[in-house]
């Protein structure tokens, strides 16, 4: 059973920065694109950033130029370099990954756990 977690959360001022981990672990075949989420306080979770496997990277407009997604295949890992943080980054930080062909959490409505929490302060 495939499990992942969040971690590099916490509190830091506006124009700071933070990186994010998520490991992929138990029986893995077969990971391919991964990817970051998230949730502010009243709103929708939106997709911040996706890599591919083999590296492409795609961005959400509100983050391009200030946030970078890499990943270690070997380590079944995503990262997430966040700086210029502003207040409007605050949110709880999701990742999720395509397995074969299906999503880890393939709906964004569902409860996705915990996550990582981020908060700016301005």
């Known amino acids: 059973q495939v499990q992942l977690v969040e971690s590099g959360g916490g509190l830091v001022q506006a124009g700071g920065s933070l990186r994010l981990s998520c490991a992929a672990s138990?029986?893995?075949?077969?990971?391919?694109?991964m990817a970051w989420y998230r949730q502010g306080p009243g709103k929708q979770r939106e997709l911040v950033a996706i890599i591919t496997r083999g590296g492409n990277a795609n961005y959400a407009d509100s983050v391009k130029g200030r946030f970078t997604i890499s990943r270690d295949n070997a380590k079944n890992t995503v990262y997430l370099q966040m700086n210029s943080l502003k207040s409007e980054d605050t949110a709880v930080y999701y990742c999720n990954t395509l397995i074969g062909s299906r999503w880890y959490r393939p709906n964004t409505n569902d409860d996705w756990g915990q996550g990582t929490q981020v908060t700016v302060s301005s």
């Open positions: 138990g029986t893995i075949v077969g990971i391919n694109t």
